[in-house]
């Protein structure tokens, strides 16, 4: 596809609104350290940054914690070329990694985001410090790392709404609860209760494709004179990038056929239309010392990605255009009534709608309104495109303060809401014939709202030490509820031509079906203990004990140990134990769909369904062998954790080994093929026949479509090591103000021992799907009326499981190597008020290694598994107005 060309008439329209309100002092004047607004880079040199994440104790200096914790300020993420929050933080954050996820079902839509390596819903994400809800999306197709995870989604945060984002980088479930094994994130939103910040965004890849615009603001207002409200909008659309080369299939067939499209099947990012994001947060003194607090927000975009190429002659996949393997045309009999019956055509060429009687039963012919082919629809074959509309919506609010004898307490209460409405253009449920609609077919929805309830108390009391010994406690109820939502009728339930060979669902997966739609909540409740104290002048030590009860699987119990010594002025250790858990989620234990998976062995369709579904457990028992189903129980986990801290002189220099081990990790087992068992004949093809057949009766359609089934289960252990290296230094450079930052982060996940269901390309990806080694360096410069920053970021090699054994001699190991990419940003200030922002992205348009014969990959030229995405080097401008 030719790039169309690039757009700024929303740019020209914020440049104008900006200028109408300054034109009269865009003068270039000089201007001083006095009237530029100092960034919080030069606010932090002479306010120390103050921890609040990883204890419960006040105040805490970055290098004082018994735990690293990552301090990223809003300057550090909008001084980059990325606006979604994903990507934002795995620019500046080495231990955290997000793809761009192409093609991959619902992962396109909330993209899986990886914390030293584990899966999302392994990391905690907090909002001012409160818990925030869970994704609607389960990633089933995850590049085998995050496959069956369901974790938070962090895209409806704006970084004009952030203060600061802290992410903690050890275990913390015995402080904050389930899912904090990887670590926490928090995101502290801005309370400011004036001034006002626009900006207005334009950029494309050095390609042309991928142009992509956003408008922010963020303004603070008094509420009273006792409170402030502080407002965040941010709208933003991106355009499809493609980067891919015809496939082999569709490049023979259109030889003979002309209706091929070239390409036939796309690949690259995502297609992001509306994307808007609010944020509210504020807060009123209700006297010396209580506050009430609330923050919300409301988020929806919609997203489009392109599944793969279905071919004419159906020589790809059955119940399309052809049942066995291109040979005739698949004819269906819209009126068995009568005596009339369809021909049986002979696919010519590749070519169904020239082959020799095809006429018959198309464009008028005599037996067009008898018989149906959906090559009537499709001539050149169809990619289906994938959407969803994806809502966010949270309300919290609380009251916090401290009594006059010194207990603090924080009594607050959340609930929080995400929901992916699915549907499908360009695709049909073949078995409707010609009256399926193939405009906009919605397959269903689903929706995640979490509900929580806190009490936190802290109390210092004096025990004689060099300090107060704090101690926290308090309590937290908790629901969670998943809902599964139908769709349309032609996604899920045969048309006119069942029983006719035809896929009897909605052409990319099934529709949701009665059976599986449905509300499915859990509540648990929990409290906790977390003391801490300076025990000597130099030695801190910590603990917390947490328990949780759950209505569904029962109750567990986590401690932590935490200790910070220092053994000089400049230097210093710290480290921690902990165990940890995270629930399987009510989605995970109830889940029932369909999936396209892309394998070295080719292109199926499988039923992923829940563990006690009665589908499920009909086909265990009607096949030897096959996965036996069990009721979800919780991961387990045990952290470690040692550091070294270096702080004199502006120099500071971090370094933390850990080593998290879980056990029971819940995940997707491994698929079962139903069709080889079914090929293979004998008694057990006679038993899952029949059952295939009950189910069917039972009215679940699905059953007759799919080739093979899954479901979560706990199966396996891994043990994740690694250390990350964190340095931060000031020097002197031409008379300006100049610092260095660098960050190093070595993950290394290995499967233990062995496992029921996980194949070996699983375990595979599991332990190189993502990159061992990251590095940033990263370095800022003001001088005068300028600003820049120069970021390199090194991404190591990863293996991608599925694609061992391509090339042209099958030999290809999987191995993808590592890359090194280089990012600029130059800002001007015409004055203290209005700047201009120049940036490119992948300076030197470095791309990832490309897969072996793309022709033969479905086209697919890169790897969709790759750290820093396919679409190589991109540019953008950005107007910036501030006061």
């Keep these: 596809m030719q790039p169309s060309r690039f ?39 002479a306010v120390e940054k103050i921890a609040v994440l990883g204890s419960r104790r006040a105040a805490r200096t970055e290098t ?70 869970r994704g609607a999306v389960i990633t089933f197709l995850g590049s085998g790392v995050s496959d069956g995870a369901q974790g938070p989604d962090i895209s409806p945060i704006p970084s004009v709404a952030l203060k600061e984002v802290q992410v ?33 965004r334009r950029g494309a890849t050095f390609e042309g494709d991928g142009e992509n615009y956003r408008i922010a603001t963020n303004f603070g207002l008094p509420l009273t004179d006792n409170g402030f ?189 995400s929901r992916a409405d699915y549907f499908f ?47 926290a406690g308090g309590f937290e109820w908790r629901n969670e509820e998943y809902e599964v939502g139908l769709g349309d009728v032609e996604s899920r339930e045969a048309g006119d031509l069942a029983g006719q060979g035809f896929r009897e669902t909605v052409d990319g997966f099934a529709g949701f079906s009665e059976r599986a739609a449905g509300i499915f909540d859990r509540s648990n409740v929990a409290a906790y203990i977390d003391l801490e104290a300076d025990v000597t002048d130099t030695l801190i030590l910590g603990g917390a004990l947490r328990y949780e009860d ?91 954790s040692l550091g070294f801290i270096y702080s004199a002189g502006g120099i500071d220099l971090t370094i933390d080994f850990f080593r998290i081990e879980i056990e029971d990790r819940i995940t997707l087992s491994s698929t079962v093929s139903i069709t080889d068992t079914l090929d293979a004949g004998g008694a057990v093809a006679a038993d899952l026949q029949a059952a295939i057949d009950a189910l069917v009766a039972a009215g679940d359609s699905s059953a007759s479509s799919i080739s093979g089934f899954n479901f979560f289960i706990n199966d396996f252990e891994t043990t994740t090591t690694g250390v990350d290296v964190v340095l931060s230094m000031p020097i002197a450079l031409n008379d300006g103000d100049t610092r260095l930052l660098a960050a190093y982060n070595h993950t290394d996940t290995q499967v233990e021992g062995s496992s029921d269901y996980l194949s070996d390309v699983r375990v595979f990806s599991i332990e190189n799907g993502l990159p061992k080694d990251r590095l940033t360096l990263t370095a800022m410069h003001e001088q005068g009326n300028w600003s820049f920053v120069t970021r390199g970021s090194y991404y190591g090699e990863i293996g991608v499981g599925n694609d061992i054994g391509l090339g042209t001699y099958n030999d290809f190991d999987g191995y993808y190597s590592g890359k090194f990419l280089v990012d600029v940003e130059a800002q001007y200030y015409f004055n203290n008020a209005f700047s201009m922002t120049f940036g490119v992205q992948n300076l030197f348009n470095t791309y990832p290694d490309e897969v072996s014969n793309p022709a033969d990959n479905a086209g697919q030229i890169y790897p969709e598994e790759s750290p820093f995405g396919f679409n190589g080097g991109s540019a953008y401008l950005q107007l910036n107005y501030s006061i």
């Excluded at 015995?174 to 006002?196: E, H, P």
């Design 7 to 45: 757009k700024l008439a929303p740019l020209y329209v914020a440049v104008t609104f900006i200028s109408s309100g300054i034109v009269s002092n865009l003068h270039a004047q000089e201007v001083s350290e006095q009237q530029r607004p100092a960034t919080a880079e030069k606010q932090s040199e």
């Design 64 to 133: 004082s914690t018994p735990a690293p914790v990552d301090f990223i300020s809003s300057d550090d993420l909008s001084r980059q070329g990325n606006t979604d929050m994903s990507t934002m933080l795995r620019s500046v954050v080495p231990s955290f990694n997000v793809a761009e996820q192409p093609n991959l079902d619902e992962a396109s839509f909330i993209r899986p985001a990886n914390l030293r390596n584990l899966p999302p819903d392994h990391t905690l994400v907090l909002v001012n410090g409160k818990r925030r809800h």
């Design 168 to 200: 903690l980088r050890d275990g913390a479930a015995a402080q904050y609860g389930s899912d904090a094994i990887a670590g926490v994130m928090n995101f502290q939103l801005k309370d400011a209760a004036d001034g006002f910040q626009l900006t207005a």
């Design 229 to 417: 409200i502080n407002i965040s909008a941010d709208y933003s659309e991106y355009e499809p990038t493609e980067r891919q080369v015809q496939r082999s299939d569709a490049a023979q067939l259109s030889v003979n056929n002309s209706a091929i499209a070239n390409p036939a099947q796309t690949w690259g990012s995502a297609e992001i239309k509306n994307d808007l994001k609010l944020f509210v947060n504020a807060g009123i003194d209700l006297n010396d010392s209580a506050q009430l607090y609330s923050f919300a927000n409301y988020a929806d975009k919609e997203v489009q990605t392109v599944f793969y190429y279905r071919t004419p002659d159906g020589s790809d996949r059955t119940q399309r255009f052809s049942n066995d393997g291109g040979e005739t045309v698949l004819v269906g009999d819209t009126n068995l009534d009568n005596d009339i019956t369809c021909p049986t055509i002979f696919i010519e060429n590749g070519n169904p709608t020239t082959s020799e009687n095809f006429d018959l039963i198309s464009n008028g012919g005599e037996l067009d309104s008898e018989c149906f082919a959906l090559a009537e629809i499709y001539p050149g074959g169809f990619a289906p495109i994938f959407g969803a509309d994806v809502t966010d919506k949270s309300f919290a609010v609380g009251i916090k303060g401290e009594f006059d004898s010194g207990l603090y307490y924080d009594v607050s209460t959340h609930v929080g809401s």
């Design 425 to 471: 253009i360009n695709s049909v449920n073949p078995s409707w014939s010609s009256s399926t609609p193939n405009s906009v077919i919605s397959p269903g929805y689903n929706v995640q709202t979490d509900t929580n309830v806190n009490i936190d108390l802290s109390y210092p009391v004096d025990v004689g030490l060099a300090s107060d010994l704090n101690i």
């Design 550 to 640: 759950f209505d569904d699987f029962g109750s567990t119990t986590n401690f932590k140990l935490s200790s910070h010594l220092t053994l000089t002025d400049e230097i210093s250790m710290r480290g921690t134990v902990s165990t940890g858990f995270r629930a399987p989620t009510p989605g995970q234990a109830n889940s029932v769909r369909s999936s396209t998976s892309v394998t070295a062995a080719g292109i199926f369709e499988s039923g992923i369904f829940a563990p006690t579904d009665p589908l499920v457990i009909a086909l265990a028992d009607a096949i030897p062998d096959a996965p036996q189903p069990q009721t979800l129980t919780p991961e387990t986990s045990t952290n470690y």
